[in-house]
């Protein structure tokens, strides 16, 4: 390391005469009868001396990890209102897709059939037949219910989602966030 502060005063010891120039301590022993030099520097007399790092013995030999904490100081309400409005609409869909497999596959299984004859024979009398749960369950009346069930579904979700990110800046204003620790590997 050079020293840049200039010409600096020597200390004056108590018997009169002049104390050598300060010399930090070295992290690693000099090598004996003079190596090379260290960055360019050599001390004084001409001799060279060079700092040669000697590897640990439990040295080791795996990547380290990096590792930071960070804190969710704020969510942003509108990009937390657009992601939350579009999971939802996958969501959605994917719930009137499941309706309709599944009404299928319980179609194929002979479910609606079996259950609408029990219940057309247990409420039926002479001259009438009875509550008929095929038609009442048909596949197109599913598939309306199950997508009015997603439109409201995906209002609600959104609009819940954006409110929690109003809470959530709220109490991370009293108590800082939620503090997360990411790492990463090399």
Known sequence: MTDTRGAQPQP?????????????????????????????????GGQQTGAVRRPRTGARTTPRTRKARLRVAKADPWSVMKVSFLLSIALGICTVVAAAVLWMVMDAMGVFST?????????????????????????PRVLLFTSVIAVIDVVLATALATLGAFIYNLSAGFVGGVELTLAEDE
């Open 12 to 44: 004056q010891s108590y018997a009169g005469q002049q104390q050598p120039p300060y010399q930090p301590p070295q992290a690693y022993p000099a090598p004996q009868g003079g190596g090379g030099t260290h960055g360019g520097q050599q001390r004084g």
């Open 115 to 139: 259950v609408g004859g029990t219940i057309s024979e247990a409420t039926g009398s002479t001259e009438s037949s009875g509550f008929d749960l095929q038609s009442f369950l048909s596949l």
